[in-house]
């Protein structure tokens, strides 16, 4: 089984800050997609990244894909405490599989 | 639209005891997935059904059996429970392969099995 290890596991930060959450693996994916969930819910889908070095933004966030297709990073400026949360990355080895390798996840909680 | 149901929200079993979890969606999807949630591992695909008639396994299905009612219900049966299969289990569904369209998440199944 693939790995997706994601760091850190934990960070805690005052709101305004800014951050970078990390997504890495030794496989290469063919597209690799974030989620945000929070307590009691499901996870939600942010982004998908399919392309080499594609950096995607969503308003705070932003999303870069590795040149390699193994890794991808998840950077919010100026956090807010609505973005309290756990951060799930999640990738596909081939293209039109439905079987996605989740990562273990980032919790992190911005204090106002 | 209420998007991706499950039910139970919660339930505990015994030890060998068998129970099915529903999953339900309304948004005309082809494909409906179960995946499991244990702390630090992230999810993990169980069983997955691109298409209404078809079942195949995912990551970890050993103890888990599905079906696909119809293209709306996917349910998950737990034969005879063990103790590891102690998780949260979230449904989901897609139109297409989930690279090339949103999967939508139900809001989770917390078992417990003593």
């Known amino acids: 089984t693939q790995l997706l290890e994601q760091s850190p596991q934990f960070l805690s930060i005052q709101e305004g800050e800014n951050l970078t959450v990390y997504c890495n693996s030794s496989s290469v994916f063919s597209s690799l997609q974030w989620y945000r969930q929070e307590p009691g819910e499901g996870p939600v889908l942010l982004v998908t990244v399919v392309t080499g070095g594609e950096v995607k933004k969503l308003k705070r966030l932003t999303f870069q894909f590795g040149d390699a297709r193994k890794d991808s990073s998840l950077h919010i400026t100026a956090a807010q405490p609505g973005d309290t949360g756990l951060y799930l990355c999640a990738g596909a080895e081939t293209s039109g599989t439905y079987k996605y390798i989740f990562g273990t996840g980032t919790r992190l909680k911005v204090l106002a | 639209n209420a998007g991706v149901t499950q039910t139970p929200k919660f339930q505990v079993l015994k030890t060998g005891q068998s129970m099915t979890l529903q999953c339900a969606q309304d948004m005309n999807h082809n494909s409906m997935y179960w995946y499991r949630q244990d702390p630090g591992m992230g999810l993990r695909l169980i069983y997955y059904s691109a298409s209404e008639g078809t079942t195949d396994k995912g990551e970890v299905p050993n103890g888990y059996n599905v079906s696909r009612l119809n293209k709306r219900e996917f ?30 998440f139900g809001p989770g199944t917390r078992l417990t099995v003593l």
Do not use: I, M, N
């Not at chain 2, 737990?78 to 989930?98: I, K």
């Open chain 2, 75 to 104: 349910s998950l049966r737990l034969e005879s429970a063990a103790p590891s299969q102690t998780s949260v289990y979230f449904c989901a569904s897609s139109s297409l392969a989930p690279a090339t369209d949103t999967q939508y």
